[in-house]
DNA sequence: TTTAGCTCAATTTTT
DNA sequence: TTGAGCTAAA
């Protein structure tokens, strides 16, 4: 391993090194660095100058901080002739990391690309470029550099969501849990939880009377091993894999705190504890860190509480490095008074949050509108007409729009009449292109010649396309594993297949099926062969062609199998685009060069294909109207917002059997500032009277945000009697046996429409008389296990407090919709 | 071994 | 309503 600390600050890379990007060997005169900070206003050049210490930046929405940001590391550089690799700014998403190495280039002038990393990397530094990366891009690097000290060999996988949960199941059947007794999948989300706030299993004491804590820590346990025997990492555990390291290993820990003598972190307000600690790994006082590190964040935009964000991260940073500075971004760039009003107006609501007033010197603009249909359908084409005549009478183009939303399934609605009014749309987010069935496939073969030890993947692909290898055969083979696993002699899946696909005495499968396996097992041993010697894209089709994966689809011949070929096409187009990418400026490599890049091509792509996200590519500048959820609709920006569902229930987002804490009213209503704030000019948000969820009808009551928007900034209008649909007739009809004639005016029934036979069961009243079920056991579906702690109210609102011990701790229901839950 | 029908569950999802 | 995942029949 090169030691960088004793690295030349100039190109001077031995004989047989590593490519570097070029140093910034450039002298840079006072003018020029000047000009650097020219651009900014008060607040953010002050941001910018405060280069050592601690620093907290409270960026408003649409305040500059991207700017602030660029120009203060280029500022770093260049008029504090810092060496660039000394800079480190992480950042959430790879396209956040992607706009700011570009924007640092651009204020630099240097030339484009000069910051990536080069593909083939051998531990060495890049010396001269800034490390801009996201969490976890930064922390695979680190992990990759201090592999030593991990335990890991090999290239190890990044196990999705998806791949952790059959790993999860697979660890239940290891420790003999029953998958009936707890949840797979909320002992995944327990697990997840844990690992954002860097929790690991042995520092779990389950209470002994706590049945889901008890099997939480086993299967935590185990899965932890199992991960490890995969050579895989999940996402939670890249970070607190590279905290461990920091935190376990002293001489580790000088060496970066040495190396990135200048910390800068976007979007702190979304950190998790594990984050917040590997932070202070490498800057806090405790650790002997050198603590010049600036955080950038809005606390009203923190909308990941639910995905382990601690808002405590932003709110406390004074605490957490004294004498911190504080700089308030407040005046917005982006939208208009009536807009930042509006929004300043629904954010002040909240208890939690630092004291800050956005502004704006931009012209005063249209009221907003506050639309009310009469169903989602008509919701729909409100919205689709509106854009069509703004579009017209504005001379915008579609990119100028968008529609947010506040759940994935609510776009259906959208999309039908934009696809009949043939007006081109694009979902931001959603199904990642990589999480694609036929995707997930290919990649599961380009994982396992890779790494055969990745049994996960291995078992995706054993029987796909089929090739009569049956649940009865895999069943044997898991078996088999586990016994092999428990004499310790630590045989990969891989290793027990290939001694069952040998074995020809017919003992343990039949000649038929140990010959179909030997099949399978020289196929995937032919391919690794050959993955040296191709290149990435070859390798690809030769997949294809000796599976027969693709030819099985052209068969199927149906509308969902030639999508399928669709798809393996543009990965196709990837993968070569990909190959492109790591050969560029390429002519004067060496052979060794050549084939070292070659081998890398494979490990590369596996690694950054785990890490991307479909909304890393959405193309911003094609003429889209774009569709979205409220959440990726974060850090953009649109000339007209549509704001559809604000309903009680809807969004705010409510579970009707549980009580809903403050807090998480609070989440909800960041997330509406979230969606007020990108809209620059005109704003709709739209909700309606009846809406169908899952099958049944509901009426919605307007969301309670728009009562927190003064009457002067919103215009209302009410199309919810002109445009009723048959449909919105028939329902009301059906479901209140009246016509549609008296249903607007009609007494609402109050909140969300409750589903008769559970609330009258309740309502009998089994603990009506009075009784106390303080002390009684409840098993509930989602939380498990937990004991009634405390009751107020009576009557339908009674509501019962359960501790559930654990990660879920206390909390609130109402009676009547857990009753049938005690044990 | 495959597949047709059934039950069950169902926010948000940067990596 | 939709979809995924599982059991019962071909």
């Given at each position: 391993m090169i030691d960088f600390e004793s690295a030349p600050s100039s190109s001077g890379s031995g004989a047989s090194g590593p490519p570097r990007a070029k140093p910034l060997a450039r002298q840079w005169d006072a003018e020029t660095v000047e000009a650097f900070l020219k651009g900014l206003n008060a607040k953010q050049r002050e941001a910018a100058e405060a280069t050592d210490g601690p620093l907290i930046v409270l960026a408003g929405?649409?305040?500059g901080k991207t700017k602030m940001l660029t120009s203060r590391i280029a500022y770093l550089i260049s008029?504090?002739?810092?060496?660039?690799?000394?800079i480190l700014a992480v950042t959430f998403t790879n396209k956040a990391a992607a706009e700011m190495r570009e924007r640092v280039e651009k204020s630099l002038n240097i030339?484009?690309?000069?910051?990536?990393?080069?593909?083939?990397?051998?531990?060495?530094p890049w010396i001269g470029?800034?490390?801009?990366?996201t969490f976890h891009s930064v922390c695979m690097r680190l992990i990759r550099r201090e592999m030593d000290r991990t335990g890991f060999t090999k290239p190890f996988v990044i196990y999705d969501d998806a791949d952790q949960l059959s790993l999860i199941k697979g660890s239940f059947e290891k420790i003999s849990l029953d998958d009936k007794a707890v949840n797979p999948k909320s002992i995944q989300g327990a697990i997840n939880r844990l690992k954002c706030d860097a929790?690991?299993?042995?520092?779990l004491e389950p209470s002994s009377h706590n049945l889901f804590e008890k099997h939480l820590k086993r299967v935590y346990e185990q899965y932890q091993k199992d991960l490890f025997a995969n050579n895989a990492l999940d996402f939670g555990e890249i970070i607190t894999l590279a905290y461990r390291i920091l935190r376990d290993h002293e001489d580790v820990r000088e060496k970066y705190q040495k190396r990135w003598q200048y910390l800068h972190v976007d979007e702190?307000?979304?950190?998790n504890r594990a984050q917040y600690l590997l932070l202070s790994q490498l800057a806090g006082k405790r650790t002997g860190?050198?603590?010049n590190i600036c955080v950038v964040g809005d606390e009203d935009q923190s909308i990941y509480k639910w995905r382990g964000a601690d808002i405590r991260n932003i709110l406390d940073f004074e605490q957490d490095y004294p004498g911190a500075r504080v700089v308030k971004?407040?005046?917005?760039?982006?939208?208009?008074q009536t807009i930042i009003k509006a929004a300043s107006h629904v954010i002040?609501?909240?208890?939690?949050?630092?004291?800050k007033t956005l502004w704006t010197d931009n012209e005063e603009g249209a009221k907003l509108v506050r639309a009310q249909l009469a169903d989602e359908r008509a919701e729909a084409e409100m919205v689709v007409g509106e854009i069509k005549r703004i579009a017209s009478e504005d001379e915008r183009?579609?990119?100028e729009f968008s529609i947010f939303y506040?759940?994935?399934?609510?776009?259906r609605q959208f999309e039908d009449v934009l696809r009949r009014e043939k007006i081109p749309y694009q979902i931001v987010g959603g199904l990642r292109f990589y999480d694609r069935k036929e995707i997930k496939d290919v990649l599961a073969y380009l994982k396992v010649i890779l790494?055969?030890?990745?049994?996960i993947n291995l078992k995706r692909i054993i029987n796909v396309p089929a090739r009569g290898i049956g649940k009865t055969t895999l069943d044997k083979l898991e078996t088999l594993h586990h016994s092999e696993s428990d004499s310790l002699l630590g045989s990969s899946y891989w290793d027990v297949l290939k001694s069952v696909a040998h074995?020809?005495?017919?003992?343990?499968?039949?000649a038929g099926t140990s010959k179909k396996l030997l099949g399978f097992v020289q196929l995937i041993e032919r391919l690794v062969v050959e993955q040296p010697k191709l290149m990435l894209s070859e390798l690809y089709h030769l997949i294809l062609d000796e599976t027969g994966y693709a030819r099985e689809l052209r068969i199927e011949g149906t509308e969902e199998a030639l999508a399928r070929i669709e798809n393996l096409e543009e990965f196709d187009n990837l993968l070569k685009e990909f190959e492109e990418d790591q050969f560029v400026?390429?002519?004067?490599?060496?052979e060794e060069e050549r084939a070292a890049r070659k081998a890398a091509l494979l490990p590369v792509f596996i690694e950054q294909s785990s890490l991307v996200s479909e909304g890393d590519k959405?193309?911003?500048?094609?003429?889209t109207v774009k569709l979205m959820t409220l959440h990726s609709s974060k850090g953009l920006e649109f000339p007209v917002v549509f704001l559809v569902g604000m309903e009680e229930g809807l969004f705010p987002?409510?579970?009707?059997w549980e009580e809903t804490p403050d807090e998480d009213i609070e989440e909800e209503r960041r997330l509406c500032y979230v969606g007020i704030t990108r809209a620059r000019e005109k704003l709709v948000m739209s909700h309606v009277v009846l809406r169908r969820f899952w099958g049944n009808t509901t009426y919605q009551d307007p969301s309670r945000f728009f009562a927190e928007?003064?009457?002067?900034?919103i215009e209302f209008r009410d199309y919810s009697t002109s445009s009723r649909s048959p449909q919105f007739r028939a329902n009301v009809a059906r479901d209140y046996?009246?016509?549609?004639?008296?249903?607007?005016?009609?007494p609402k029934p109050s909140g969300v429409h409750l589903d008769h036979s559970f609330s009258q069961e309740s309502s009998?009243?089994?603990?009506?008389?009075?009784?106390?079920?303080?002390g009684r056991k409840i098993r509930h579906p989602e939380y498990g296990r937990g004991t009634v702690i405390a009751t107020d109210g009576s009557g339908d609102q009674q509501k019962i407090t359960i501790d559930f011990k654990g990660s879920f701790g206390q909390r609130k229901f109402l009676l009547r919709y857990v009753a049938s839950f005690f044990e």
């Open positions: 929405a649409g305040s008029g504090k002739n810092v060496p660039a690799h000394q030339a484009a690309g000069s910051f990536q990393a080069p593909p083939v990397w051998h531990g060495g470029a800034p490390e801009i990366g929790v690991e299993p042995q520092d702190y307000q979304d950190t860190g050198h603590q971004l407040e005046q917005n760039y982006r939208s208009t002040a609501n909240n208890q939690q949050r630092k004291d183009a579609f990119k506040r759940t994935n399934a609510q776009s790494n055969p030890t990745d049994s074995d020809t005495s017919g003992k343990t499968v039949s400026s390429g002519a004067s490599w060496s959405a193309d911003p500048h094609a003429s987002s409510v579970r009707p928007i003064p009457d002067e900034l046996g009246f016509g549609a004639a008296n249903a607007p005016g009609v009998s009243g089994i603990f009506g008389g009075g009784a106390s079920v303080v």
